[in-house]
């Protein structure tokens, strides 16, 4: 175990003693923040070398090397005094104006609470954290790892879930729409910034010099209308090497649809919007008529097509109501089919996005410009032995070797099949279509079922009526 894995489960094990935080999602949000001041004060270290007369945006007393870096510094009441009366207060009211530092400051500690009550246990914590060097290349690599591990257990923080999608996804998604240096990238509903980090990774690759590394930084941006998510997301990012993280707290779906220009295009959109979520009224009168609807996944779609430019790529978490439902969902899929050619839908299994839902998923893949005349399947199958994932035993990026594999030179398999644009107007733009390679469950006939069900019911009955008997005798 790494010195800074420890470190991590030291802070977990202090804020567990602590009676003001409540819950994996409060004690994620509580480290997260105290993480990301250590991890800016960092920077500023490095910044300070590299950025001609840097001047910090943040006072020179609530400065983390001024309140927080000597191990025996305020501690116990005084130190929540301080946190409260004047660290919070301060950072919510930065003025955004001083510098790009200070607005990203600002973004983070909007909606941010400090939820420890013990300024013991808040020192305490406050000295691991100071054992982590984020200007070491090293560390600063293991806690990439941890915190991708911090990021997977929202999973199990209820609702919180929602922010996180599985790595593998992730990762098959960026590798198959395969941005490149200088496209511009956008996650419209980010959450932790899983979508934004892999493609950085990606990209990397490509950056040579001092202005690559400017290009790639301008180029990746991403939109949360959740403080939780957005302090995750911004924190990933500068673990990411962005000193400027692109992350805005925002709703795109509020603006209205007819307000979006050619200045706004981009070249590739990765998202996974909240599927199974609901707008708050008024919402989808931003957009047009035959689009209205509350239900969120199916706005980020409808806005998806419009923000793309010509020739766009897009790849897109969508439930399966998405691809049987009817009314607008069936005039979204033909403005799809319409405008974008739908290569590809990879039909993924029960469980992958468990323990928060176990809402079947697909992966859609589009291009911008060009009608859809066919669009290939490919069913996503469990590995060998397994029947469904779960926390302990995720979906695994290896499992995607034969998508790839089959990507570029498809033929139809028991897990590949393509169906004709005229097939799915046949359908009614039903995408929900199984996979012909498979063994349709074959059903009796209603009569015989219910002679089962008859026969199930009668064999209880005789049962419970041994029971009875039996307990009688027992009192007797």
């Avoid at 910090?56 to 983390?64: A, D, R, V």
């Amino acid at each position: 175990m790494s010195n800074i894995t420890t470190n991590i489960k030291g802070i977990r094990d202090i804020m567990r003693k602590d009676t003001g935080v409540d819950g994996d999602a409060q004690r994620i949000s509580q480290m997260v923040w105290m993480l990301f001041m250590k991890i800016f004060a960092d920077k500023e270290e490095e910044w300070e070398i590299t950025i001609d007369d840097y001047e910090s945006p943040i006072p020179e007393n609530l400065k983390w090397q001024n309140w927080a870096a000597d191990d025996e510094g305020l501690t116990g009441d005084a130190l929540m005094e301080f946190i409260e009366i004047e660290l919070f207060p301060a950072l919510k009211e930065l003025d955004i104006t001083i510098s790009p530092q200070a607005k990203i400051i600002r973004s983070v500690f909007d909606d941010t609470y400090n939820f420890m009550k013990n300024g013991t246990l808040f020192r305490q914590v406050i000295n691991v954290i100071n054992e982590i060097d984020f200007n070491s290349t090293s560390e600063r690599h293991v806690f990439n790892d941890i915190y991708e591990t911090i990021l997977k257990d929202l999973q199990s923080a209820g609702s919180s879930g929602e922010y996180y999608t599985p790595r593998a996804v992730t990762q098959f998604m960026v590798d198959m729409i395969n941005p490149q240096l200088g496209e511009s990238v956008l996650d419209p509903a980010c959450g932790t910034g899983g979508f934004l980090t892999c493609t950085i990774d990606g990209v990397r690759s490509q950056v040579k010099t001092s202005k690559d590394r400017d290009i790639l930084q301008k180029s990746i941006r991403g939109i949360e209308k959740k403080p939780l998510p957005h302090l995750l997301c911004t924190t990933n990012l500068m673990l990411h090497g962005f000193d400027l993280p692109a992350v805005r707290r925002d709703n795109l779906l509020s603006k209205p649809y007819a307000d979006w220009g050619a200045k706004d295009k981009l070249d590739i959109i990765l998202s996974n919007p909240p599927f199974g979520g609901v707008e708050e009224d008024g919402t989808e009168t931003n957009f047009p008529k035959k689009f209205r609807t509350k239900e969120t996944a199916d706005l980020f779609l409808a806005l998806i097509i419009k923000l793309l430019k010509n020739k766009g790529r897009c790849a897109i978490v969508l439930p399966d109501g998405t691809l049987f439902g009817e009314g607008m969902k069936t005039r979204l899929k033909e403005e799809l089919l319409d405008k974008c050619n739908l290569h590809t839908i990879v039909r993924l299994p029960n469980g992958v996005f468990n323990p928060y839902t176990s809402i079947k998923t697909n992966l859609l893949f589009f291009e911008k410009g060009t009608p859809t005349k066919e669009v290939w399947y490919y069913e996503h199958p469990y590995p060998d032995g397994v029947k469904s994932y779960n926390k302990g035993k995720p979906i695994n990026i290896k499992e995607f070797d034969t998508e790839k594999a089959w990507w570029n030179n498809r033929e139809e398999n028991t897990q590949a099949w393509k169906v004709s644009i005229e097939e799915i107007k046949k359908r009614g733009y039903n995408l929900d279509i199984k996979n012909p390679h498979q063994e349709v469950d074959t059903l009796a006939s209603p009569k015989v079922i219910l002679e089962k069900l008859i026969t199930t019911e009668q064999k209880i009955s005789t049962i419970q009526d041994e029971i009875i008997n039996v307990l009688t005798e027992a009192l007797k």
